[in-house]
């Protein structure tokens, strides 16, 4: 599976923006997808993950602001990102897993078995 990423971009505080990420190669429906960030100087995070039946958890920072979805008849899993703050700007990375594990494991950047190149989102205030 090759997944490609974008949509970032520079955005004041406040603002929206809506990332993308295209997959090709295998079935997509098959897979769990998500989204993780990277901020300057910080470790990777998980962010916000969608299932094959379209369950959907998000880490507790973005609860409310972000949500994600998937079109799997376009092999595309979308972030919409609102009410953006500062502390948002990171360089955002769809991953994918062909498997289904609990809360813990969807959580786990090393439970994804794909990765796309990664947008820079980036918040001003």
């Known amino acids: 599976v090759q997944l490609q990423a974008c949509g970032g971009g520079l955005v004041q505080a406040g603002g929206s923006l809506r990332l993308s990420c295209a997959a090709s190669?295998?079935?997509?429906?098959?897979?769990?997808m998500a989204w993780f960030r990277q901020a300057p100087g910080k470790e990777r995070e998980f962010v916000i993950a969608?299932?094959?039946?379209?369950?959907?958890t998000y880490a507790d920072s973005v609860k409310g602001r972000f949500t994600i979805s998937r079109d799997n008849a376009k092999s595309t899993v979308y972030l919409n990102m609102n009410s953006l703050k500062p502390e948002d700007t990171a360089v955002y990375y769809c991953?994918?897993?062909?498997?289904?594990?609990?809360?813990?494991?969807?959580?786990?950047?090393?439970?994804?078995?794909?990765w796309g190149q990664g947008t820079l989102v980036t918040v001003s205030s």
């Open positions: 991953a994918a897993s062909w498997d289904s594990g609990n809360y813990y494991y969807i959580r786990n950047g090393n439970s994804y078995h794909y």
């Open positions: 190669g295998r079935t997509f429906s098959n897979y769990v």
């Open positions: 969608i299932k094959r039946n379209g369950g959907s």
